[in-house]
């Protein structure tokens, strides 16, 4: 038996092995730290945004997502390997951490690793370089095999790269440890991975083991650090990233961001929205180096299924990029800035590098954010290239009259507002209080523009009054005095007007009383809950009327007549923004005799119909299909002959798929209200 | 090169059922809201981009009540460097007492062009532009969907009928009475209004202006207004199809859009 | 009793349509008040149509110059000036033209006479002429006086008087010299640029034929394009037809394509969907033919046509080749 030398204390060159290990140590640890010192100047270049309150939840969150990775599951296959790697990586951080501190003759884990922990951990991370080397190998042979549309404009190579040099530092660890059983043979433990090195080196001489032995060592350390270093250049920062920003991710779904965090009057700011790379976030930019351009978010993304411009992956990709090379790793920060802003002036980063028509082109339904498993925001920062597109009059002009018309009007049709509750007269039979000011109701139903105006949509309004004097609820519209909740024009990225809107609508909501609301439109709901100030309760119809089904004040007591098959479509704002899946389909389960099937994306993956903003006022010409005829489609391979939907822009959408798709026939589509009052004895 | 552009605020009416109010001579206009008159907006728009392209001066004026100032903030974000605004008092005002009061205040500016809509919304007189470069003795053209400066001459398109562009040319200073599609007027959002507010808008009285009496009273009066008959939903023309192509050849030849 | 002048428009050695219609007018109203009719012809030499308008009037002013050949504003203005205070008209009709923007308002300013414009009739109270507009795009009419004077301007709405037939009168033609002094025209005519065959700007069409899915198939769209060039018009298009590819997205009206403000819109095959209808409201005219006498569009159209579209473009076609 040899007796084995730490490769830490041989010498070499006459110099003591100790002497190169913290030579790698420093220099690896001195350039991460200036690489990560650039990467947070660009940080710090970035506007605020608060992120620290309700630390609780954060934490919550993070084991949840970060730790248990709950989202990555959602693709089956790759999320079990990242996180059977993400596990190894916890897991085996501690032997490198051990292996680094051997070489640097500061053994500090010493009095953890000779206590009865130490052989357990040993067979545990034996495993676990099994299961990572697996998994690794897996995922090399998927990408290699499988060419997956999501991982387009990726970088493969660097992927590939990574892969190898993971499975690298397991093989050193491995033979570091294997030739060590075979060299030093008293060893007990469970090991399966360090003997499956020993396997191989079996018939080597003694000398050749230590070589081995030696070598392996030094590569790991070399390997681990030059990995370190490699993670800030590319899409692996999100190994160090990837928790602090599910820790610090945006709390509340569906609400937009101020133009400027901290700032209550936007009369003091200079300009709105996003110009330049300077004007995101802080946290914007660390969402960019956090992206694993996993493209899921691009995969479920309707705006790039339907062939529009817009691929969110990309847009993360295009800006990451744009900001590395605004503050580069090597070379002055000033210099280089003024050097890219020079540049800009040919490509202006909005409108050049990242299109008009791709800004436009998103519906904000979210499901990209939904996706995303380290919880990257596209929302705002959209908007917020928006408002700069607004601002700076780079908007579709289309877009001129309907402004204008929501601001002289209070609705998108430059309809009088006088006649913004006309459309009860038309009623017959049916009672509806026009409140003015000081009235008190319990209920106050809050129509919008499209519900006050849009034929389609006033038949929805029209379910609902119904439905409200069924049951018996004393209930009121404001009539002239509402105006457009705003949601459309805070998404337009008009923010000054959406305020306008905000303050004329809070003035009423102020000068009535009542207890709590309730819309026709999920984009009111998610308005009036989360972009506007008052503290009220809102509902969505769907959930109000659940509730009165549930209380047993309204039942459904007819059948739908036909043998018809329904399908419900989760509206956007409904679903993924407001988290409200089960009380529509509870509501449809109240009705006697209705057959229900889901389509195979539904509640948090559902498709996205076209949205209730951009698209009624700008098409996207690259569009290869629209939307709803894609979720049409959807809805009959689910075996359904009828759609039901909770949201007036859904129907509108829907309808003109199904004429334009010539589907009159297949299918057709219902929303919800109307098909409940239908069903009222 | 300077630019005056004259704007006007009317109200907004495509989508109401206008009433007749009771003096008889007007409509009721309380509830309406009011916009600034689309023509006016090509013409703010064409003395900007002329501005930004060939450089000085572009100042918005209009004739109205502080309510009315709102179009000169929107002409003010959308790039005019002043405006000023000529309160009227309770003077009765039609096309020429307008244009003689524009052009007691624009002879004493400087200026290469006078920029007016091709007409105003409501009353649809299309005449205050070309008085009002009779007043200030320049050449004019109406209904322009073309300028393009040389020197101190422009060349101009005016729309005539019938799908025909005439093309001319015209010396500096000029008045020019624009047309709706000569550019893309801009969007101007809510904050860049708001900030326009910090620009310079100057506010005269009639009695500034020195003018005479007779240039106060108005040349024409309106004795009545009036609703045409109401129809409800569209009148179905019968017959066949002969008689129906001949009726509709007498509408569209009635409407003279036919060439 | 005075002189009615009727100033002539005339393009590229035609007369436009409005001056036989204000010849009718001016006719109707002689007659009832006993004036004199007379025709004002600023032309270039020899001008091919002078022998036409004469007729239909007392007499014929003419004056006869190169540089009258093409609209010009300062010699016209200046002209009819000297001409007006020589003669001292009851009133002077001229069309509310492009041109006649640019004249009428020039000679009330020039001459001191007030002037009404745009107007569809004209009547006469206690010796003053007194007319009838159409305010806000047509939604509500004025009755406008005028405010004493020797004579009055007034310009006339094309389409407004269709005349059914001139009756002929003296037709006395009186060459004048231009005068002496009239001044160097500032502004220039270049040259004349047919806009209608170049790109589609349907926003600006005064006329436009509209096609939905009603015309079923692809192939129709060139019927469709031909009855409206021969129309003068423009072709415009519900969103299923710019969807399926036969025609460009710039032809579509609606809340995602156009606002159209058209003094026609005359609708084939369109059913009235809200989106597309958001985009008519400020046509003059509507004008529907659909075979669903249930249609919407129906709602909004001034007029309708429950038939087949094909029978009624047939029909447009031969009377407009007859
Ligand atoms: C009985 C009567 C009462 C009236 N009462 C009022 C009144 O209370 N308040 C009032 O403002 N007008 C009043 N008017 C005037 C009328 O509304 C029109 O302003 C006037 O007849 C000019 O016609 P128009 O607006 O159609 O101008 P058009 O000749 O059609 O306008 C062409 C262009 O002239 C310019 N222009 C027109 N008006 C203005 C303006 N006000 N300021 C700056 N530029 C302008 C614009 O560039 C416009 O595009 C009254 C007229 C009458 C006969
Ligand atoms: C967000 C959104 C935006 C939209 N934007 C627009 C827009 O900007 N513009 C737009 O136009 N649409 C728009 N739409 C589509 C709109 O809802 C309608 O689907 C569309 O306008 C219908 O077009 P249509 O009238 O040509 O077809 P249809 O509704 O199918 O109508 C065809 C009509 O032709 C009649 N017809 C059929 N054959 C004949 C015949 N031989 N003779 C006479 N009549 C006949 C039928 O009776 C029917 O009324 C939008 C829809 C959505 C959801
Ligand atoms: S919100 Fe929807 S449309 Fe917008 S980028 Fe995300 S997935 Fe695409
Ligand atoms: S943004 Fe999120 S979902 Fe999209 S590619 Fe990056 S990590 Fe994946």
Same mark, same amino acid.
């Given at each position: 038996?040899?007796?084995?030398?730490?490769?830490?204390?041989?010498?070499?060159?006459?110099?003591?092995?100790?002497?190169?290990?913290?030579?790698?140590?420093?220099?690896?640890?001195?350039?991460?730290?200036?690489?990560?010192?650039?990467?947070?100047?660009?940080?710090?270049?970035?506007?605020?945004?608060?992120?620290?309150?309700?630390?609780?939840?954060?934490?919550?969150?993070?084991?949840v997502?970060g730790?248990?990775?709950?989202?990555?599951?959602?693709?089956?296959?790759?999320?079990?390997?990242?996180?059977?790697?993400?596990?190894?990586?916890?897991?085996?951080?501690?032997?490198?951490?051990?292996?680094?501190?051997?070489? !640097?003759?500061l053994?500090?884990?010493?009095?953890?690793?000779?206590?009865?922990?130490?052989?357990?951990?040993?067979?545990?991370?034996?495993?676990?370089?099994?299961?990572?080397?697996?998994?690794?190998?897996w995922?090399?042979?998927?990408?290699?095999?499988?060419?997956?549309?999501?991982?387009?404009?990726?970088?493969?190579?660097?992927?590939?790269?990574?892969?190898?040099?993971?499975?690298? !530092?397991?093989?050193?660890?491995?033979?570091?440890?294997?030739?060590?059983?075979?060299?030093?043979?008293?060893?007990?433990t469970?090991?399966?991975?360090?003997?499956?090195?020993?396997?191989?080196?079996?018939?080597?001489?003694?000398?050749?083991?230590?070589?081995?032995? +030696?070598w392996?060592?030094?590569?790991?350390?070399?390997?681990?650090?030059?990995?370190?270093?490699?993670?800030?250049?590319?899409?692996?920062?999100?190994?160090?990233?990837?928790?602090?920003?599910?820790?610090?991710?945006?709390?509340?779904?569906?609400? +937009?961001?101020?133009?400027?965090?901290?700032?209550?009057?936007?009369?003091?700011?200079?300009?709105?929205?996003?110009?330049?790379?300077?004007?995101f976030?802080?946290?914007?930019?660390?969402?960019?180096?956090?992206?694993?351009?996993?493209?899921?978010?691009?995969?479920?993304?309707?705006?790039?299924?339907?062939?529009?411009?817009?691929?969110?992956k990309?847009?993360?990709?295009?800006?990451?990029d744009?900001?590395?090379?605004?503050?580069?790793?090597?070379?002055?920060?000033?210099?280089?800035?003024?050097?890219?802003?020079?540049?800009?002036?040919?490509?202006?980063? +909005?409108?050049?590098?990242?299109?008009?028509?791709?800004?436009?082109?998103?519906?904000?339904?979210?499901a990209?954010?939904?996706?995303?498993?380290?919880?990257?925001?596209?929302?705002?920062?959209?908007?917020?290239?928006?408002?700069?597109?607004?601002?700076?009059?780079?908007?579709?002009?289309?877009?001129?009259?309907?402004?204008?018309h929501?601001?002289?009007?209070?609705?998108?049709?430059?309809?009088?507002?006088?006649?913004?509750?006309?459309?009860?007269?038309?009623?017959?039979?049916?009672?509806?209080?026009?409140?003015?000011?000081?009235?008190?109701?319990?209920?106050?139903?809050?129509?919008?523009?499209?519900g006050?105006?849009?034929?389609?949509?006033?038949?929805?309004?029209?379910?609902?009054?119904?439905?409200?004097?069924?049951?018996?609820?004393?209930?009121?519209?404001?009539?002239?005095?509402?105006?457009?909740?705003?949601?459309?024009?805070?998404?337009?990225?008009?923010?000054?007007?959406?305020?306008?809107?905000?303050?004329?609508?809070?003035e009423?909501?102020?000068?009535?009383?009542?207890?709590?609301?309730?819309?026709?439109?999920?984009?009111?709901?998610?308005?009036?809950?989360?972009?506007?100030?008052?503290?009220?309760?809102?509902?969505?119809?769907?959930?109000?009327?659940?509730? !009165?089904?549930?209380?047993g004040?309204?039942?459904?007591?007819?059948?739908?007549?036909?043998d018809?098959?329904?399908?419900?479509?989760?509206?956007?704002?409904?679903?993924?923004?407001?988290?409200?899946?089960?009380?529509?389909?509870?509501?449809l389960?109240?009705?006697?005799? !209705?057959?229900?099937?889901?389509?195979?994306?539904?509640?948090?993956?559902?498709?996205?119909?076209?949205?209730?903003?951009?698209?009624?006022?700008?098409?996207?010409?690259?569009?290869?299909?629209?939307?709803?005829?894609m979720?049409?489609?959807?809805?009959?391979?689910?075996?359904?002959?009828?759609?039901?939907?909770?949201?007036?822009?859904?129907?509108?959408?829907?309808?003109?798929?199904?004429?334009?798709?010539?589907?009159?026939?297949?299918?057709r589509?219902?929303?919800?209200?109307?098909?409940?009052?239908?069903?009222?004895? | 090169?300077?630019?005056?552009?004259?704007? /006007?605020?009317?109200?907004?009416?495509?989508?109401?059922?206008?009433e007749?109010?009771?003096?008889?001579?007007?409509?009721?206009?309380?509830?309406?809201?009011?916009?600034?008159?689309?023509?006016?907006?090509?013409?703010?728009?064409?003395?900007?981009?002329?501005?930004?392209?060939?450089?000085?001066?572009?100042?918005?004026?209009?004739?109205?009540?502080?309510?009315d100032?709102?179009?000169?903030?929107?002409?003010?974000?959308?790039?005019?460097?002043?405006?000023?605004?000529?309160?009227?008092?309770?003077?009765e005002?039609?096309?020429?007492?307008?244009?003689?009061?524009?052009?007691?205040?624009?002879?004493?500016?400087?200026?290469?062009?006078?920029?007016?809509?091709?007409?105003?919304?409501?009353?649809?007189?299309?005449m205050?532009g070309?008085?009002?470069?009779?007043?200030?003795?320049?050449?004019?053209?109406?209904?322009v969907?073309?300028?393009?400066?040389?020197?101190?001459?422009?060349?101009?398109?005016?729309?005539?009928?019938?799908?025909?562009d005439?093309?001319?040319?015209?010396?500096?200073?000029?008045?020019?009475?624009?047309?709706?599609?000569?550019?893309?007027?801009?969007?101007?959002?809510?904050?860049?209004?708001?900030?326009?507010? /910090?620009?310079?808008?100057?506010?005269?009285?009639?009695?500034?202006?020195?003018?005479?009496?007779?240039?106060? @009273?108005?040349?024409?009066?309106?004795?009545e207004?009036?609703?045409?008959?109401? @129809?409800?939903?569209?009148?179905?023309?019968?017959?066949?199809?002969?008689?129906v192509?001949?009726?509709?050849?007498?509408?569209? @030849?009635?409407?003279?859009?036919?060439? | 009793?005075?002189?009615?002048?009727?100033? $002539?428009?005339?393009?590229?050695?035609?007369?436009?349509?409005?001056?036989?219609?204000?010849?009718?007018?001016?006719?109707?109203?002689?007659?009832?008040?006993?004036?004199n009719?007379?025709?004002?012809? %600023?032309?270039?030499?020899?001008?091919?149509?002078?022998?036409?308008?004469?007729?239909?009037?007392?007499?014929?002013?003419?004056?006869?110059?190169?540089? %009258?050949?093409?609209?010009?504003?300062?010699?016209?203005?200046?002209?009819?000036?000297?001409?007006?205070?020589?003669?001292?008209?009851?009133?002077?009709?001229?069309?509310?033209?492009?041109?006649?923007?640019?004249?009428g308002?020039?000679?009330?300013?020039?001459?001191?006479?007030?002037?009404?414009?745009?107007?569809?009739?004209?009547?006469?109270?206690?010796?003053?002429?007194?007319?009838?507009?159409?305010?806000?795009?047509?939604?509500?009419?004025?009755?406008?006086?005028?405010?004493?004077?020797?004579g009055?301007?007034?310009?006339?709405?094309?389409?407004?008087?269709?005349?059914?037939?001139?009756?002929?009168?003296?037709?006395? $033609?009186?060459?004048?010299?231009?005068?002496?002094?009239?001044?160097?025209?500032?502004?220039?005519?270049?040259?004349f640029?047919?806009?209608?065959?170049?790109?589609?700007?349907?926003?600006?069409?005064?006329? %436009?034929?509209?096609?939905g899915?009603?015309?079923?198939?692809?192939?129709?769209?060139?019927?469709?394009?031909?009855?409206?060039?021969?129309?003068?018009?423009?072709?415009?298009?519900?969103?299923?037809?710019?969807?399926?590819?036969?025609?460009?997205?710039?032809?579509?009206?609606?809340?995602s394509?156009?606002?159209v403000?058209?003094?026609?819109?005359?609708?084939?095959?369109?059913?009235?969907?809200?989106?597309?209808?958001?985009?008519?409201?400020?046509?003059?005219?509507v004008?529907?033919?659909?075979?669903?006498?249930?249609?919407?569009?129906?709602?909004?159209?001034?007029?309708?046509?429950?038939?087949? %579209?094909?029978?009624?473009?047939?029909?447009?076609?031969?009377?407009?080749?007859?």
């Amino acid at each position: 038996m040899i007796t084995l030398t730490h490769p830490a204390a041989v010498t070499y060159l006459g110099l003591p092995g100790y002497v190169f290990a913290w030579l790698i140590f420093v220099s690896g640890l001195s350039i991460f730290s200036y690489i990560i010192y650039r990467r947070y100047l660009l940080i710090r270049s970035g506007k605020p945004d608060p992120r620290f309150s309700d630390t609780g939840k954060r934490v919550l969150d993070l084991i949840v997502y970060g730790f248990i990775q709950k989202r990555q599951p959602r693709y089956l296959w790759a999320g079990l390997i990242h996180i059977m790697i993400f596990w190894g990586f916890v897991v085996l951080g501690l032997r490198s951490i051990d292996l680094v501190s051997q070489g !640097l003759s500061l053994p500090f884990l010493r009095p953890l690793t000779q206590t009865g922990f130490g052989p357990f951990y040993d067979t545990f991370k034996d495993i676990f370089e099994l299961i990572v080397l697996g998994a690794c190998l897996w995922a090399i042979l998927r990408r290699a095999l499988v060419k997956h549309e999501r991982y387009e404009g990726s970088h493969t190579f660097e992927a590939y790269f990574v892969l190898c040099l993971i499975s690298f !530092l397991m093989i050193t660890d491995m033979f570091y440890e294997g030739s060590m059983l075979l060299l030093n043979k008293s060893q007990e433990t469970f090991l399966p991975a360090s003997r499956l090195a020993a396997l191989v080196l079996s018939d080597s001489s003694p000398r050749l083991l230590t070589g081995t032995h +030696i070598w392996s060592y030094w590569l790991h350390l070399i390997t681990f650090f030059f990995f370190l270093n490699f993670l800030p250049l590319g899409k692996h920062f999100h190994i160090i990233t990837a928790l602090p920003n599910v820790f610090l991710r945006k709390p509340d779904k569906g609400a +937009i961001k101020p133009a400027q965090w901290g700032v209550e009057d936007i009369d003091e700011l200079e300009t709105l929205g996003v110009e330049k790379f300077e004007d995101f976030t802080w946290k914007h930019i660390l969402d960019f180096y956090t992206c694993t351009e996993c493209g899921r978010c691009s995969d479920n993304c309707p705006a790039h299924i339907t062939g529009r411009p817009l691929s969110p992956k990309m847009l993360t990709l295009k800006l990451r990029d744009h900001g590395y090379h605004k503050v580069p790793v090597f070379g002055s920060a000033d210099r280089e800035g003024a050097k890219e802003d020079e540049k800009d002036d040919a490509l202006p980063m +909005i409108g050049g590098l990242i299109s008009r028509d791709e800004i436009w082109s998103c519906t904000t339904c979210g499901a990209c954010e939904e996706e995303c498993p380290v919880f990257i925001e596209y929302i705002d920062k959209i908007i917020d290239m928006r408002r700069h597109l607004i601002e700076t009059a780079q908007n579709p002009k289309t877009f001129n009259q309907v402004l204008m018309h929501f601001e002289k009007t209070g609705n998108p049709f430059g309809k009088p507002a006088t006649k913004r509750a006309d459309w009860v007269k038309e009623l017959e039979d049916t009672d509806v209080r026009v409140l003015k000011e000081g009235d008190e109701v319990d209920v106050l139903y809050f129509v919008d523009s499209y519900g006050s105006y849009d034929p389609a949509a006033q038949a929805i309004a029209a379910a609902i009054v119904k439905g409200l004097n069924s049951a018996g609820i004393d209930f009121g519209i404001l009539g002239p005095l509402e105006k457009d909740s705003g949601h459309q024009v805070r998404r337009m990225g008009e923010e000054g007007l959406f305020q306008l809107l905000v303050e004329e609508n809070m003035e009423t909501l102020s000068s009535v009383r009542f207890k709590s609301i309730i819309t026709t439109d999920p984009h009111a709901l998610n308005t009036l809950k989360k972009d506007y100030p008052g503290d009220f309760e809102v509902f969505h119809y769907t959930q109000f009327f659940q509730s !009165l089904v549930e209380t047993g004040q309204l039942r459904p007591a007819k059948s739908p007549d036909t043998d018809d098959i329904y399908t419900y479509h989760d509206p956007c704002y409904l679903g993924r923004h407001n988290g409200i899946y089960n009380e529509p389909r509870q509501l449809l389960g109240s009705i006697p005799g !209705l057959k229900l099937v889901e389509m195979e994306r539904s509640r948090d993956r559902s498709f996205c119909c076209g949205g209730g903003d951009i698209v009624l006022w700008h098409e996207i010409e690259q569009e290869e299909i629209r939307m709803a005829s894609m979720r049409i489609q959807m809805a009959k391979e689910a075996g359904a002959n009828v759609i039901v939907t909770a949201c007036p822009f859904c129907f509108i959408h829907f309808e003109d798929a199904i004429k334009t798709d010539g589907l009159e026939n297949d299918l057709r589509v219902v929303d919800l209200m109307k098909l409940f009052v239908s069903t009222l004895a | 090169m300077n630019i005056v552009v004259c704007v /006007k605020r009317v109200p907004l009416t495509q989508e109401v059922d206008l009433e007749i109010d009771g003096t008889g001579k007007d409509v009721k206009k309380d509830a309406l809201a009011y916009v600034v008159n689309d023509w006016d907006n090509y013409a703010i728009e064409e003395a900007v981009l002329l501005q930004e392209k060939f450089g000085g001066t572009a100042t918005a004026i209009t004739i109205g009540t502080e309510d009315d100032e709102e179009v000169l903030r929107r002409a003010l974000a959308v790039g005019a460097d002043r405006a000023i605004r000529i309160d009227p008092g309770d003077l009765e005002l039609d096309g020429f007492v307008i244009s003689k009061l524009l052009a007691g205040v624009i002879k004493d500016l400087e200026y290469d062009l006078v920029l007016t809509g091709v007409q105003a919304d409501d009353d649809n007189c299309g005449m205050v532009g070309i008085m009002l470069a009779e007043h200030l003795g320049l050449s004019h053209a109406a209904v322009v969907t073309g300028v393009e400066p040389e020197g101190d001459e422009a060349t101009i398109k005016v729309e005539l009928e019938g799908g025909m562009d005439e093309v001319s040319k015209i010396p500096f200073p000029a008045l020019l009475s624009i047309q709706t599609g000569i550019n893309e007027p801009r969007y101007v959002s809510i904050m860049g209004i708001r900030k326009a507010g /910090k620009k310079e808008l100057k506010v005269l009285e009639v009695a500034d202006l020195n003018l005479t009496e007779d240039d106060l @009273t108005p040349r024409t009066v309106v004795e009545e207004v009036f609703l045409p008959p109401e @129809t409800e939903g569209a009148e179905i023309i019968e017959g066949d199809a002969s008689t129906v192509a001949e009726e509709i050849i007498r509408i569209l @030849t009635e409407k003279g859009v036919m060439v | 009793m005075g002189d009615i002048f009727v100033v $002539v428009e005339h393009r590229k050695g035609e007369v436009r349509d409005i001056t036989y219609e204000m010849l009718f007018k001016a006719g109707q109203l002689c007659r009832e008040y006993s004036h004199n009719l007379t025709a004002v012809i %600023l032309a270039g030499h020899d001008e091919s149509f002078l022998d036409d308008i004469a007729p239909k009037a007392d007499r014929g002013i003419v004056y006869e110059d190169e540089s %009258l050949k093409h609209f010009n504003g300062d010699l016209y203005r200046d002209i009819l000036k000297g001409l007006i205070e020589e003669h001292r008209p009851f009133l002077t009709l001229a069309g509310h033209t492009s041109w006649g923007m640019d004249l009428g308002p020039a000679l009330s300013a020039k001459t001191g006479y007030p002037l009404a414009t745009d107007c569809v009739d004209i009547l006469v109270e206690n010796d003053r002429p007194v007319v009838i507009r159409q305010i806000f795009s047509g939604k509500v009419f004025s009755r406008v006086s005028f405010k004493e004077s020797e004579g009055y301007l007034v310009s006339v709405r094309p389409g407004s008087f269709l005349p059914e037939d001139i009756e002929a009168r003296k037709g006395e $033609v009186i060459k004048n010299e231009l005068p002496a002094d009239l001044p160097v025209p500032r502004k220039n005519f270049v040259e004349f640029v047919d806009t209608a065959a170049g790109d589609v700007d349907i926003s600006q069409a005064d006329l %436009l034929v509209s096609i939905g899915r009603g015309i079923g198939d692809e192939d129709n769209i060139e019927e469709l394009k031909n009855l409206a060039n021969t129309m003068g018009g423009t072709l415009s298009c519900s969103r299923p037809i710019v969807d399926k590819n036969w025609l460009p997205k710039y032809h579509q009206v609606g809340t995602s394509g156009k606002s159209v403000k058209p003094k026609v819109y005359l609708a084939f095959g369109i059913s009235g969907a809200f989106q597309h209808v958001a985009g008519i409201t400020a046509a003059g005219t509507v004008i529907a033919v659909n075979k669903d006498k249930k249609a919407p569009i129906f709602r909004v159209a001034d007029y309708g046509v429950v038939d087949d %579209l094909f029978n009624v473009v047939n029909a447009l076609k031969e009377k407009l080749n007859a």
